[in-house]
């Protein structure tokens, strides 16, 4: 089978669900139907656009290693692609190397704790709390920003979250676990 029917079958499975999940949507109640029908439609006309445009590409065109580039190992920006394939040298700050070899655990090891951090901090303090924490911890621990502008764009965030769901959607909140011992105070 080649590389164009896979990539052609693959999006209309993906079609063929996202359909599934609009045609479902319209059964739902008038607040129920706000995210998953706008998601569901925005992903139909992303899918035909991908549909159209890898059918009328030329075959060589692209070829992505999404394995390649999610690790960040392959061909470096400006070598060619008859260089030898090497790791890239550059890691995401803060996290530990990359164990040498065939399956090796740092890296991931490094995302599952990130991950159970969150839910811990969710579950302990609520969603926004954690949000607010974990990723004002993100960008600082990772030196993406200077703490100042990681505190502003952490507090901008949190407010956008904030405002979407409490405000527009109405939505009621967990308050974690935690709830008992901070309405004491």
């Known amino acids: ?30 607040r129920a139907r706000l995210v998953p029908i706008p998601i569901s439609v925005l992903a139909l006309l992303l899918l035909a656009a991908q549909i159209v445009w890898q059918n009328l590409r030329p075959a060589d065109e692209l070829h992505v290693d999404m394995l390649e580039f999610l690790t960040r190992r392959g ?17 995401i700050a803060g996290a530990p190397p990359a164990a040498d070899g065939p399956g090796g655990f740092g890296r991931e090891a490094f995302a599952f704790t990130k991950i159970l951090a969150f839910v811990g901090l969710f579950l302990a303090l609520g969603p926004f709390p954690a949000a607010f924490l974990f990723t004002f ?34 939505i009621q909140l967990y308050h974690g676990l935690l709830e008992p011992l901070m309405n004491r105070f």
Request: glycine content about 4%; some cysteine.
């Open 1 to 30: 089978m080649s590389r164009r029917t896979q990539e052609n079958l693959l999006a209309l499975v993906l079609l063929c669900f996202f359909i599934g999940v609009l045609v479902l949507s319209l059964e739902y109640g008038p």
């Open 75 to 91: 061909i470096k920006p400006g070598e060619s692609e008859d260089a030898e394939a090497e790791p890239a040298a550059e890691t």
């Open 137 to 170: 911890a993100y960008f600082s621990l990772s030196r993406h920003y200077h703490w100042a502008r990681a505190l502003v764009y952490t507090t901008i965030f949190t407010a956008v979250v904030y405002g979407l769901f409490v405000e527009v959607l109405d």
